[in-house]
C-alpha cells in the first residue's frame, strides 16, 4: 500500500500537471447551477415512531448542483433512504453551499443555521479543499475546527462525516489528473478520519466506484442515479436513535414542515 508520505510526494510533483490539465478542464466543461428546489420537507410520514431529525451539509454535493427535481437531489435521497431502510419517518434540511471548503462551512454556514432539535448532521466536505490542493495541515485546521463547531451547536446530534470518493470515476477528469487529484483526496480522506476518530464524529466509508452513468453531464457532479448510490451508502451510518415517546404525537405534525425556497 502507498504511504501517505510518497502520496504527498507524488502530488506535489505532478503540482504542474494539476494547473496545466486543471485549467483546461475548468475551461471546457459546463458549469451547472445548483438545484432550485426545496431545502426541506418530511419522508415516510406513514411509518411509525419519532422523526429522524436529519440536516444535510455540505457543498456542491448538498446543493445537487446540475438536478432539476426534488427527487434527484442528494439530501432528499438520503433522507428517503434513511426511512427505507430503518422504517421511520425523516424530517430532513438540507443546506449546501457550491464550492464551499470546510473553512468557509465552519465560518460562513454553520453559525446561520438555525439551532433546530436535529438528531443527525451529516456533512459532506472535502471536495474543494482537495481541488483547491490545500496542504493537509491546512485541512486539519479547518476541518478540525469545523467538526468543534458542529458539536458546539449540535451538541444532541450525532455528526457523520462521508469521505471524498474516488476522483478516477469522474468522466471529464484526463487520467493523469485524476490520479493527482485521488493521491491529494486519499490524504485529506486520511486526515479526515483521524479527527473524527478524536472528536466523537462517525466517518463512513467511502462510497463504492461508479460508471459515467451515474455522473451529470459536466462529467464532475453526480447525477439522480449517482446520488442514490450515495445516499443508500450514507443511511447505513444513519441510525435512528431508541424512540422517545415524548415525542411519538410529533410525528403527525411534521409532516407539514414548511419547506424554505432556495436563495439566489
Known amino acids: 500500500m502507498v504511504s501517505e508520505t510518497w502520496r504527498a ?55 445537487s448542483v446540475g438536478m432539476e427535481t426534488l427527487g ?18 425523516v424530517a430532513w434540511r438540507s443546506i449546501g453551499a457550491n464550492s464551499a471548503t470546510s473553512g468557509a ?28 490542493f490545500h496542504l493537509v495541515s491546512q485541512f486539519k485546521k479547518t476541518f478540525g475546527t469545523l467538526l468543534y463547531a458542529l458539536r458546539t451547536r449540535f451538541n444532541e446530534a450525532e455528526i457523520i462525516w462521508t469521505p471524498i470518493p474516488d476522483m478516477r470515476d469522474c468522466p471529464a477528469l484526463p487520467k493523469l489528473l485524476a ?7 486519499d490524504l485529506i480522506n486520511a486526515m479526515g478520519v483521524r479527527l473524527c476518530q478524536e472528536r466523537r464524529v462517525t466517518a463512513t466509508d467511502p462510497v463504492a466506484r461508479v460508471d459515467p452513468s451515474c455522473f451529470a453531464r459536466d462529467g464532475f457532479h453526480p447525477n439522480g442515479k449517482g446520488y442514490r448510490v450515495w445516499a443508500e451508502h450514507a443511511a447505513q451510518w444513519i441510525v ?12 403527525a405534525t411534521e409532516s407539514s414542515v414548511t419547506t424554505l425556497p432556495r436563495r439566489a
Not at 72 to 89: D, K, L, M, N
Request: with cysteine; glycine share 6%; charged share 20%.
Open 240 to 251: 435512528p436513535r431508541q424512540a422517545d415517546p415524548a415525542t411519538e404525537t410529533q410525528v
Open 105 to 132: 462551512l465552519r465560518d460562513h454556514v454553520v453559525p446561520h443555521v438555525e439551532p433546530r432539535d436535529f438528531t443527525h448532521v451529516f456533512v459532506c466536505v472535502g471536495i474543494n479543499d482537495m481541488k483547491n
Open 72 to 89: 434527484e437531489t442528494f439530501a432528499y435521497q438520503v433522507a428517503e433512504a434513511v426511512a427505507v431502510r430503518h422504517r421511520r419517518p
Open 9 to 63: 510526494i507524488f502530488s506535489w510533483v505532478m503540482l504542474p500537471v494539476y494547473v496545466w490539465q486543471g485549467i483546461a478542464v475548468r475551461l471546457r466543461i459546463e458549469r451547472l447551477l445548483p438545484a432550485d428546489v426545496a431545502t426541506s420537507g418530511l419522508v415516510g410520514a406513514g411509518y411509525a415512531g419519532a422523526p429522524v431529525r436529519l440536516l444535510v451539509l455540505g457543498d456542491s454535493t448538498v446543493a
Open 179 to 185: 490520479q493527482v487529484l485521488a493521491a491529494r483526496a
